[in-house]
């Protein structure tokens, strides 16, 4: 199995309060990338990095951020938790070339009431 | 970017039953093409790939075409199986983006 680890795995929060999920592997993979899952929304991309300290948007980044300061690492945060980031998060890697697959997380369940 | 569109479920089929899940895209360039498989309280995983026009990816009795005149790569099996119920994410990589973009999913149930 690819290592690639999320933490937690499980998290409540208040509305208003920052958090951060962190995304941490083992393969030395250039891209990582953060992803929400929604019932009948599918897997949306929230930002994905192609090296340390270069990232970029995806669909759905409003009201998060995310930084990358060294390869192994990817954090994801929610400045200020509303209801509606209440969702499962999932981490991927991948390593260069299109033909490369992708390896995921086994996601973060978080709840802001 | 890269964009895709896939068939609408859940698909409730019975065990043996043929299973053809529709998936079509849309990028620039020529874009490899991935069917992920999603089972209950796990991560995505890899089902099966396909690199080029023409090409046919095939694992576990899945199987998928890359189609390039009709931009589709539509999955199939001949016989399901009440452990093939899971979600299936169909996506393309490559072209202009690195951008690693999934579709809805279908989620499909086998009853036996």
């Known amino acids: 199995d690819a290592g690639i680890t999320q933490s937690p795995r499980h998290k409540v929060t208040e509305t208003g309060t920052p958090v951060t999920l962190r995304c941490h592997q083992t393969?030395?993979?250039?891209?990582m990338y953060w992803y929400r899952q929604d019932p009948g929304h599918g897997l949306r991309l929230i930002h994905y990095?192609?090296?340390?300290?270069?990232?970029d948007k995806g669909e759905v980044s409003d009201g998060y951020s995310v930084s990358r300061s060294k390869t192994e690492d990817f954090l994801l945060t929610l400045e200020s938790a509303t209801s509606s980031q209440t969702s499962v998060y999932f981490c991927?890697?991948?390593?260069?070339?299109?033909?490369?697959?992708?390896?995921f997380g086994q996601g973060t369940r978080l709840t802001v009431v | 970017g890269n964009s895709v569109t896939q068939m609408e479920g859940p698909v409730t089929l019975s065990e043996e039953a043929f299973l053809t899940i529709n998936c079509t895209y849309t990028?620039?360039?020529?874009?490899?093409l991935f069917w992920y498989v999603q089972y209950p309280g796990e991560g995505l995983q890899l089902l099966l790939k396909?690199?080029?026009?023409?090409d046919k990816g095939s694992n576990k009795g899945f199987e998928a075409t890359y189609r390039k005149e009709t931009t589709s790569f539509h999955l199939e099996k001949g016989s399901v199986q009440v452990s093939d119920s899971a979600v299936y994410f169909c996506a393309p990589r490559g072209g202009a983006t690195n951008k690693l973009i999934f579709g809805t999913g279908t989620l499909l149930a086998v009853q036996p």
């Open positions: 990028a620039t360039g020529y874009p490899s």
């Open positions: 393969e030395n993979h250039r891209y």
């Open positions: 396909a690199t080029k026009a023409d």
């Open positions: 990095s192609y090296g340390v300290k270069d990232t």
């Open positions: 991927a890697i991948s390593g260069e070339g299109m033909n490369t697959e992708a390896f």
